[in-house]
């Protein structure tokens, strides 16, 4: 093993950062992305991962200690290392996004093309319980263990809870401060599960971290938006039939054949919509009585992953074309599925779309993805016949599904929303493509 010295990666602006807790000792074997030390900034808590797996053979940093971009934190025995390894990637912050979000099939809405099958909201940011004192890593142990921080009375420095609080809240006296994260508080009582195991034979499957992330912010998302979901469905024949001829141009490229899917199209189709009516573009304002309308608009896509379900965000959609947003679409999905998209990928995002083209359905309800105020879901195309004033056509139908937070969005704006995007799908010669 060759030794490196790990520092601290880029953390933007901050200088003079305390690190508030070091996670590893001497001798620790660790793998990469394993935390290292938690640093504290006047924004975030965040903590800084392992670049590689390797063996600690020193920690030059402690408790206490001010740091900033390239300071030193340990000395470390690397695994197949024969130079120094680079800064360590950049640190995870608190209330940093997911991966809205961490899937396994390429983003799709037509029976024709690879779809992102998508019945959720996309992933979010991890509970962060809300201004309590504590790391990333006691908070993502509160979370593994269903305890709520809030309730938890800290023993550290200046109030901060350590792990040892946490733990010691699910014994004794403590054991009343546990509550699931994902469920309970508000006053609504928890669901009792009986005992399964007296009707027959069970497994304890531990669900996957993006899970058990999404899970917490899709339940404080349905409990705190009040839902409603408008369904309409767009004559997308003639679109389907340009369509495929993209695609065939596309799957020749010689330099980067790519593929190209009905949901470029709709992501246009949404921008037009968005511009059309600022108010889908926005979040409602914490004083809940103002709308922070957004000027640039970025679509959230719903990737589905073997570990469940990510959002990656695609940025200004209104300065792309179809031929642009497709590529990218497929290079976005192909790192979702290899796990490897970058925080700020997957954050941003002012409206969502969620396509179950590739799998099935007729209609669904997809979850706000809370601050957003509206997503998009599609469901798929299928030949219907449409009177046409003379005769039954058969014609190719899209459903489609919009779920807005009636707070801000009343039906007569939902209804015309859909219908936008209707007829922006039955013409795409009102695309700028």
Request: net charge neutral; glycine share 8%; with cysteine.
């Amino acid at each position: 093993m060759a030794s490196v010295d790990v520092k601290v990666p880029d953390i933007g602006d901050f200088k003079n950062v305390p690190v508030i807790e070091v996670l590893v000792k001497a001798g620790d074997v660790i793998k990469a992305d394993d935390p290292l030390i938690s640093l504290e900034s006047d924004k975030a808590t965040m903590e800084v991962p392992a670049p590689q797996g390797g063996r600690v053979a020193e920690v030059l940093v402690k408790v206490g200690d001010k740091v900033a971009e390239g300071t030193p934190i340990l000395r470390m025995e690397a695994e197949n290392a024969a130079a120094p390894a680079p800064a360590a990637a950049a640190p995870a912050a608190a209330v940093a996004a997911p991966a809205p979000a961490a899937p396994a099939a390429a983003p799709a809405a037509q029976t024709s093309a690879p779809a992102a099958p998508l019945h959720k909201a996309p992933v979010p940011a991890p509970v962060d319980f809300g201004g309590v004192h504590a790391s990333p890593s006691v908070r993502r142990l509160a979370r593994e263990l269903d305890v709520d921080l809030t309730k938890v009375k800290g023993s550290g420095e200046n109030g901060r809870v350590t792990k040892e609080d946490v733990k010691a809240a699910l014994s004794g006296a403590g054991a009343g401060m546990a509550m699931a994260a994902t469920g309970g508080g508000a006053g609504i009582p928890e669901i009792q599960l009986p005992d399964f195991s007296k009707f027959g034979a069970t497994t304890l499957v531990p669900m996957s971290r993006i899970k058990r992330i999404s899970g917490p912010h899709l339940h404080r998302a349905w409990l705190n938006v009040p839902h409603v979901t408008q369904n309409d469905e767009a004559d997308v024949t003639t679109t389907e039939a340009f369509r495929k001829e993209l695609d065939e141009v596309a799957k020749s490229d010689k330099k980067a054949p790519y593929r190209v899917s009905l949901l470029p199209f709709l992501m246009k189709a949404a921008v037009s919509a968005l511009k059309a009516m600022p108010d889908f573009n926005s979040s409602l304002a914490a004083s809940k009585d103002a709308l922070i309308h957004k000027h640039y608009y970025h679509i959230g896509v719903a990737v589905d992953t073997p570990d469940g379900l990510v959002v990656p965000v695609i940025r200004d959609c209104d300065r792309k074309g179809i031929a642009e947003i497709s590529q990218e679409l497929g290079e976005i999905s192909a790192r979702a599925r290899a796990g490897k998209l970058k925080g700020e990928e997957m954050q941003g995002g002012t409206f969502s779309i969620s396509s179950l083209g590739g799998i099935g359905g007729t209609s669904f309800t997809p979850i706000i993805n809370a601050p957003e105020v509206a997503i998009l879901g599609v469901a798929r195309a299928k030949m219907a016949p449409v009177w046409d004033g003379k005769a039954f056509q058969p014609r190719l139908m899209l459903p489609l599904c919009l779920s807005y937070d009636h707070r801000v969005i009343d039906g007569a704006s939902g209804a015309r929303f859909t219908r936008h995007i209707a007829g922006m799908m039955e013409d795409v010669r009102r695309l700028a493509l």
